[in-house]
């Protein structure tokens, strides 16, 4: 009988041990991983990921164009696979140093990012979606999203997640015997697009993909230009299907009843009247209350109609075309980007498979350097620069945009060849040049106002190639604009009849955003967006050290706009373009240059659609009239008035394809601005 006790015991025993000590989640995943960061063909980094125990980490690093992030990560997982610890340290693309931390202690969760801190108490663990960490730590969610109900699940700090498997692949092993099994996956609800990755048939990370940023494990970087078509793939085929349900290709003639128009040419507002619209043009403008047979009316409610905005700093990409077609941007300037993928991109746009803007593209020259962008054609030779311009000519560009690395000495010749072939030419100040040349160069038009003023404030060796082209700009409060070198610039803009495309609203979020606060050019619109966008636009791009930092980014800011006020005094185009996506930001742009610059609603309405127009030699477009392209957007009130009332939009019209933006936001967790007006088919 104690014999047989003893043994009970023993069982007992080993099954309290078993419940006091489960398996790790992680004990299939033990030891080393390596992974290529690649963008554009080009291995630009590594990720590396060490797992031991319940613990894996993370040193994750990137550099293109003179700047990328840096991370390190620690994360502890419990029995399960949720976060009980996560650490994340290093900094940002633009230098802003990171510190994010989480715990779950019992049922309490607590963490602290960039926007503050927060905490939360919990029946059950939640998954963390961290701010800064790396694309790795995909595979974390995935495993526990795997079995859980519809493959969703709640999240901290907010918000859902969902992953949604997307198709079975293989490739053949690096060693050259058999081929691995790979499943791809999204992973969608805390951004406004998901996200693509892949896993192999262990459950392990294969790779994180983007139509132009790979993370793919060593030794198969040979896939990056197949991975790259894949995430294309998906993401083309999310907005065909968006495009498919949402955009209304009417098969009568649409009239939008009892509108005010915006006329460019008098800065003002007609009287009420009715727009018909037929295929893709303007067809007729009518009274208020005119009628005809057989067509769509949509009902205006004496809103006013806005001929479509033009976004001249864009890098056009399918995951934000529609968005910009949403705000009212229905033509972008593309300003450097990969040719074939813009081309294909075009090609879906143009044929109403996607949505997007009419898209005037610029040749992106880049010199090779180690900090070149990956981008465009990179020449080594002012050769093959030339060479770059006869290409990118051959294709139809309409002009070419210089960089960086590029050397500064063969502008001349570059701009001469563009110009004798009828191309624009348009760029950054190429590292230890300055404006000056530039313009004596013939530049038609000059990208980013510090790319000018830094030409004021740097020693003739300090190179622009890298960060210093953001953080020199803390000198700028010093500057005294009435100085000769100052004056010097300005007046060779002046005589050489050169444009200015400063993308102000970029040098807002660089320089006055600040972790915790909305930065604030999105005060507006923040709490339309969905969790995690909320977050990161409460993240500062910069670094900000200490008081004196601070104040120095805002004057420098200040000395930005009273230098720009001085060149629309002089009689300088302004050129609006944002450098950040268009859209939301677009209408910042305008904000601003009516805010800061001095430029009245109408100005910067007719300086946003007519004028862009005129400039590109787009006479089809720019405002509305009968026999123009069908490019507007309607709004329940007056931008004449206030600048602002272009964030309301109800409806838009691109070439004739209406869309009904309260209808298509919820579609990227976006809370609509404004109602969908009453349509009567």
């Not at 040193?59 to 949720?82: C, F, H, Q, S, W």
């Not at 005294?480 to 005589?495: C, G, H, I, R």
């Amino acid at each position: 009988m104690k014999f047989k006790l003893f043994v009970a015991g023993l069982i007992l025993m080993a099954s309290y041990s078993c419940k006091t000590e489960p398996t790790s989640s992680l004990a299939d995943y033990q030891g080393e991983e390596n992974y290529s960061v690649i963008i554009s063909e080009t291995k630009v980094g590594y990720l590396k990921a060490e797992t031991s125990g319940d613990t894996i980490k993370i040193d994750y690093d990137y550099k293109n164009n003179g700047r990328g992030p840096t991370m390190k990560e620690t994360i502890v997982l419990n029995a399960e696979g949720y976060p009980t610890q996560w650490e994340v340290n290093g900094n940002t693309t633009f230098g802003n140093a990171v510190n994010e931390q989480f715990s779950l202690e019992g049922g309490e969760a607590s963490w602290t990012d960039a926007t503050g801190s927060g905490s939360a108490s919990l029946d059950a663990p939640k998954f963390y979606v961290n701010q800064f960490g790396s694309p790795y730590t995909a595979v974390l969610a995935a495993r526990l999203l795997m079995d859980a109900p519809e493959n969703t699940l709640p999240v901290l700090p907010a918000g859902n997640l969902t992953l949604t498997k997307m198709e079975d692949l293989t490739v053949p092993n690096t060693s050259g015997d058999g081929e691995l099994a790979l499943t791809t996956y999204a992973l969608s609800g805390a951004d406004m697009n998901p996200s693509y990755f892949i896993m192999d048939d262990s459950d392990r990370f294969f790779a994180y993909i983007s139509p132009r940023y790979i993370v793919v494990r060593e030794g198969y970087e040979g896939e990056e230009k197949d991975l790259r078509q894949l995430a294309e793939n998906y993401s083309a085929e999310r907005y065909e299907t968006i495009q498919k349900e949402y955009a209304h290709n009417y098969d009568k003639k649409v009239r939008i009843a009892n509108v005010k128009v915006f006329d460019p040419k008098t800065m003002s507002l007609t009287d009420p009247v009715s727009v018909v619209v037929e295929d893709e043009k303007i067809t007729a403008i009518e009274a208020a209350d005119a009628t005809g047979d057989d067509e769509v009316v949509i009902q205006g409610n004496g809103g006013t109609l806005v001929p479509g905005l033009y976004e001249m700093h864009a890098h056009t990409g399918d995951n934000g075309a529609l968005l910009n077609i949403l705000a009212g941007v229905t033509s972008f300037r593309d300003m450097g980007n990969n040719t074939e993928v813009l081309s294909n991109l075009i090609e879906k746009i143009n044929s109403g498979v996607l949505a997007g803007p009419r898209v005037t593209r610029l040749g992106f020259i880049e010199g090779k350097s180690p900090y070149n962008s990956n981008n465009g054609i990179l020449v080594e030779s002012q050769e093959e620069a030339l060479a770059a311009v006869d290409t990118y000519d051959s294709l139809g560009f309409y002009g070419v945009k210089l960089y960086n690395s590029m050397n500064g000495d063969w502008a001349p010749a570059i701009v001469k060849k563009a110009h004798d072939q009828g191309l624009f030419v348009t760029g950054h100040v190429p590292a230890f040049s300055n404006a000056n040349a530039m313009l004596r160069a013939g530049y038609d038009e000059m990208t980013h106002i510090n790319q000018t003023m830094l030409g004021w404030v740097l020693e003739p060796d300090e190179d622009t190639r890298t960060l210093l082209r953001l953080t020199a700009m803390k000198r700028f409060p010093g500057l005294d604009l009435n100085s000769d070198k100052v004056q010097e610039t300005l007046n060779l803009f002046v005589a050489n009849e050169t444009a200015m495309d400063p993308t102000l609203s970029i040098h807002e979020r660089l320089m006055l955003s600040r972790n915790g606060e909305v930065t604030p050019g999105a005060l507006d619109y923040v709490d339309h967006m969905p969790p995690n966008e909320q977050r990161s636009l409460k993240v500062a791009l910069a670094q900000i050290a200490d008081d004196e930092e601070d104040k120095a980014y805002r004057e420098a800011y200040d000395k930005i706009v009273e230098t720009l006020k001085m060149m629309k005094d002089k009689g300088i185009l302004i050129v609006p373009g944002t450098d950040l996506g268009g859209a939301f930001n677009l209408h910042r742009e305008l904000e601003l240059y009516n805010q800061q610059l001095g430029y009245t609603p109408a100005e910067v309405l007719k300086l946003a659609s007519y004028d862009m127009a005129q400039y590109l030699g787009h006479e089809s477009l720019g405002s509305i009239e009968e026999g123009k392209l069908a490019d507007f957007f309607l709004v329940p009130g007056n931008p004449v008035e206030d600048i602002k009332a272009i964030k309301t939009i109800s409806m838009v019209s691109r070439g004739g394809t209406f869309y009904y933006p309260s209808d298509v936001y919820p579609a990227f967790g976006i809370t609509p601005f404004t109602e969908k007006p009453e349509v009567k088919e």
